[in-house]
Each structure stands twice: as structure tokens, then as C-alpha cells.
């Protein structure tokens, strides 16, 4: 079955760029979308069609996918955007989520 | 705008039927343009997808192969909203349920709206 995997944490320092990866076979020929998570609410959608951003969703969120993997990218990383991130896909009329990166900011 | 809000019991017996209804505003659960989904959370199995249910000239549903023996998802336009029953349900099926729209034009299936989220318990 098809599997998404993304690293369980990544670090980033206040107004500097995060890269939070998702890896699949051949994720690039499918769209990957990207929510944020903050503790005790519901998910929230930040990209779509791989690079794609909601109204609503800051200049500073950015994603791409290519190749085995999909990328989103927080440039000038803010305090707020501490939080968990999930990508996600379809595949074959089911959807899969990766695990999920813890985003700190320190 | 649109909002889902959900309802339900957050507390359900081993081998019973989970039910749990998410009502819809500012969108249609027949809207031609979307889909409607139900999602769970837990620790030890993060973000599932469950199933959803959609109008394009006919009814029609998605399940997940993991819940499919189990599980049901219907509309009810009389009331703008859709529900969920998973049947004998065990302690592994404890989550934080959500429900969520997929808009097909605007966001190319992704889920753009979540309800708040049902914290469901499965004891006895």
C-alpha cells in the first residue's frame, strides 16, 4: 500500500526558512496538499494542488513536489507557525496522510 | 462562510455502532462541487481517513479499506448535514473524529473546512 513518510520534528530558528519534507513513490505525479495543526484545534489546509495557497494562508507558506518528494517551505519563520504539519494525498479514490512534522521554533 | 459543526455522544461501548452528525452552513451537502468526509486522529495512528459521501447526479460514497466492512455515511438534505456509523466498534477505534468538506473546484479535492472535532471514547 502506498505509504507517505515525513521526519517526526524539524527546528528552525525565529526568521529563518523550514523545509518540512514528504516522501512517497512517484509523489510528484500526484497533488499534495499541507495543513497546519496547533495544539487542541482542528486542522487547517495551507497548501493545496502542491503549491497552491488558500486565501487567507500567508505569503510566507510555500510547497512544490517533484520527483519522490513534496516540500513545503516557511520562509521568515514565524513564533505562530510553531505547530504540527501534515501532508496529504489522494491515491486511487482513498486518501493518505503522512505522519506528521513537529515545526519548533527556537 | 462555510462551517461544519459536529455532534454526537463522546462515549461509546465496546461491539456498539458509533454515530456522529456534522451539520452544514453557508454550502450544500448536494452542492455538486464537494464532498464530505469524515476524518480521525488518534496518538498512535495520527491523521485516517474514514469515507465520504457526494452528489454528482446520484449519491455515492468512498470508503476506506481498513473500516469498510464497518462503517456508513449518509447525507440527509432535509437537514443540510451528514452523519457517520461505525458499527462494533472496539477501544482501537477511539480518536478525535472530524468531519471535513473537500471542495473540488476550489481547492482540487483538499479539505479546506473542519468541524471542531468529537473526542470519542470507546469503553465500557
Given amino acids: 500500500?502506498?505509504?507517505?513518510?515525513?521526519?517526526?520534528?524539524?527546528?528552525?530558528?525565529?526568521?529563518?526558512?523550514?523545509?518540512?519534507?514528504?516522501?512517497?513513490?512517484?509523489?510528484?505525479?500526484?497533488?499534495?496538499?499541507?495543513?497546519?495543526?496547533?495544539?487542541?484545534?482542528?486542522?487547517?489546509?495551507?497548501?493545496?494542488?502542491?503549491?497552491?495557497?488558500?486565501?487567507?494562508?500567508?505569503?510566507?507558506?510555500?510547497?512544490?513536489?517533484?520527483?519522490?518528494?513534496?516540500?513545503?517551505?516557511?520562509?521568515?519563520?514565524?513564533?505562530?507557525?510553531?505547530?504540527d504539519y501534515y501532508c496529504q494525498v489522494w491515491d486511487s479514490s482513498t486518501v493518505l496522510f503522512g505522519g506528521g512534522t513537529k515545526l519548533t521554533v527556537l | 462562510q462555510v462551517q461544519l459543526q459536529q455532534s454526537g455522544p463522546g462515549l461509546v461501548k465496546p461491539s456498539q455502532t458509533l454515530s456522529l452528525t456534522c451539520a452544514i452552513s453557508g454550502d450544500s451537502v448536494s452542492s455538486n462541487s464537494a464532498a464530505w468526509n469524515w476524518i480521525r486522529q488518534s496518538p498512535s495512528r495520527g491523521l485516517e481517513w474514514l469515507g465520504r459521501t457526494y452528489y454528482r447526479s446520484k449519491w455515492s460514497n468512498d470508503y476506506a479499506v481498513f473500516v469498510k466492512s464497518r462503517i456508513t455515511i449518509n447525507p440527509d438534505t432535509s437537514k443540510n448535514q451528514f452523519s457517520l456509523q461505525l458499527n462494533s466498534v472496539t477501544p482501537e477505534d477511539t480518536s478525535v473524529y472530524y468531519c471535513a468538506r473537500a471542495s473540488v473546484g476550489a481547492t482540487r479535492g483538499a479539505f479546506d473546512i473542519w468541524g471542531q472535532g468529537t473526542m470519542v471514547t470507546v469503553s465500557s
Wanted: net charge negative; aromatic share 8%; charged share 15%.
Fill in chain 1, 1 to 83: 500500500s502506498y505509504e507517505l513518510t515525513q521526519a517526526p520534528s524539524v527546528s528552525v530558528s525565529p526568521g529563518q526558512t523550514a523545509s518540512i519534507t514528504c516522501s512517497g513513490d512517484k509523489l510528484g505525479d500526484k497533488y499534495a496538499c499541507w495543513y497546519q495543526q496547533k495544539p487542541g484545534q482542528s486542522p487547517v489546509l495551507v497548501i493545496y494542488q502542491d503549491s497552491k495557497r488558500p486565501s487567507g494562508i500567508p505569503e510566507r507558506f510555500s510547497g512544490s513536489n517533484s520527483g519522490n518528494t513534496a516540500t513545503l517551505t516557511i520562509s521568515g519563520t514565524q513564533a505562530m507557525d510553531e505547530a
